[in-house]
Nanobody, 121 residues
Framework: VQLQASGGGLVQARGSLRLSCAAAGRTFTNYAMGWFRQAPGQEREFVASISWDGRYKYYADSVKGRSQISRDDVKSTMYLQMNSLNLDDTAVYHC???????????????WGQGTLVTVSS
């Protein structure tokens, strides 16, 4: 499955942003989907994930309560709505897919290119 992330940009602190991840090439509903991010000089970290049927959603503590992951199976697209952004949210955000599980710690098989989110003060 091919993944294309978009929606990043420059946003002021306390602002909001919605990232999108469009999938193509395979049946979208066969895959759990996830968002990861990598800040400069840091390791890639888990942000959020959603099960193939949308029933299960998981969030990193750092974004819990101010972010929402969703998917539109008709459009084969996953979203990440992020609110109350802060400087620590600055990173390249990647979307990923795997056919097994949305549980944190699951290995992902397919990765999209990243979209850069820059939060300014």
């Amino acid at each position: 499955v091919q993944l294309q992330a978009s929606g990043g940009g420059l946003v002021q602190a306390r602002g909001s942003l919605r990232l999108s991840c469009a999938a193509a090439g395979r049946t979208f509903t066969n895959y759990a989907m996830g968002w990861f991010r990598q800040a400069p000089g840091q390791e890639r970290e888990f942000v959020a994930s959603i099960s193939w049927d949308g029933r299960y959603k998981y969030y990193a503590d750092s974004v819990k309560g101010r972010s929402q992951i969703s998917r539109d199976d008709v459009k084969s697209t996953m979203y990440l709505q992020m609110n109350s952004l802060n400087l620590d949210d600055t990173a390249v955000y990647h979307c990923a897919a795997n056919p097994r599980s949305s549980a944190p710690g699951t290995t992902y098989d397919y990765w999209g290119q990243g979209t850069l989110v820059t939060v300014s003060s």
